[in-house]
């Protein structure tokens, strides 16, 4: 509905449902939302380190509950998206606190492969892929090795982070 909140007196700014009214009216600092709703919900946190000049909008997981950036306010849309006055500069450093929800198998099983694809970024070489094949267990083949591929890069980010704090020095390969 084109709504959206005003959050200052941060950083942190806590972001919340409840930071969107339906007055269109910001809140400030409200608690973020409870993440036991669903036993399945994890806390995410990611930093971003902007190399180059970037837009204004403000990445982050499912649904985020805290932001630090150096600015004095931040706009979150009706629909979640969540926006700096200016756009960000090379150099810029924010990090956010997220909550993911692990889909269960019975949201799963409706899913066909595009719908499973559409939920991670596999780039446009294997969303093409996927896009010329014309059957769907042939989809679904490929999407299985997509994710096992992820999965694996995954498990090497984990190994290489537990090695660099044990030591200091990561070989890869």
């Known amino acids: 509905e084109g709504r959206s909140a005003v ?18 009216q910001g809140a400030s600092r409200t608690a973020p939302p409870s993440a036991t709703a669903r036993v399945d919900v994890q806390p995410d946190y990611q930093t971003f380190y902007l190399a180059a000049s970037a837009s204004n909008l403000v990445l982050h ?6 932001v630090w950036i150096p600015t004095r306010r931040l706009y979150v849309g ?62 679904l083949a490929l999407v299985t090795r997509l994710f096992r591929a992820a999965l694996k890069r995954l498990d090497l980010v984990d ?14 390969g």
Do not use: H
């Open 78 to 139: 009706a629909d979640g998206t969540i926006r700096t006055a200016r756009a960000l500069g090379a150099g810029s450093v924010y990090s956010v606190a997220s909550t993911v929800a692990t889909p269960s198998e019975a949201e799963l099983a409706p899913m066909g492969a595009y719908a499973m694809a559409a939920t991670v970024d596999f780039g446009p070489a294997a969303k093409q892929g996927l896009l010329e094949l014309r059957s769907e267990n042939a989809r």
């Open 61 to 66: 997981a499912d649904q985020a509950t805290a």
């Open 159 to 172: 190994r290489a982070q537990a090695r660099a704090r044990s030591n200091g020095k990561v070989r890869f």
């Open 7 to 24: 959050l200052t007196g941060g950083p942190p700014f806590v972001v919340a449902p409840s930071a969107v009214s339906p007055s269109g």
